[in-house]
């Protein structure tokens, strides 16, 4: 069993940033493949990126490409995503996720992972 914790969203300002965490519990975090995801009112939830379990790897949305990074300190269980520039249509309840998988694969799908965090939510204002 992985527990996570997602910590850092908040309300900013357009062209702002802010650091998402996620923090797991148990001792096989570099054995995950983890991933960021969003979901707006009304939307679909939808992949933001993903870092393979080694950290050698990521994957990103092209809706967020060049504005967003992602990594992971798999020695702190815990994996970040950097939000520079932010927009109003990034605003979303962020959520992490966790596939116990250690390939390189990369997984879009949200049906594809085996635990999720309860979410942060991030909203920008114009």
């Known amino acids: 069993q992985v527990q996570l914790v997602e910590s850092g969203g908040g309300l900013v300002q357009a062209g702002g940033s802010l650091r998402l965490s996620c923090t797991a519990s148990?001792?096989?975090?570099?054995?995950?493949?983890m991933g960021w995801f969003r979901q707006a009112p009304g939307k679909e939830r939808e992949f933001v990126a993903i870092?393979?379990?080694?950290?050698?790897?990521?994957y990103y949305a092209d809706s967020v490409k060049g504005r967003f990074t992602i990594s992971r300190d798999n020695a702190k269980n815990t994996v970040y995503l950097q939000i520079n520039t932010l927009k109003p249509e990034d605003t979303a309840v962020y959520y992490c996720?966790?596939?116990?998988?250690?390939?390189?694969?990369?997984?879009?799908?949200?049906?594809?992972?085996?635990?999720w965090g309860q979410g942060t939510q991030v909203s920008v204002s114009s």
């Open positions: 870092i393979i379990a080694s950290g050698g790897e990521t």
């Open positions: 148990g001792r096989t975090f570099s054995s995950y493949a």
């Open positions: 996720a966790a596939k116990y998988y250690s390939g390189s694969s990369y997984y879009i799908d949200w049906r594809s992972y085996d635990y």
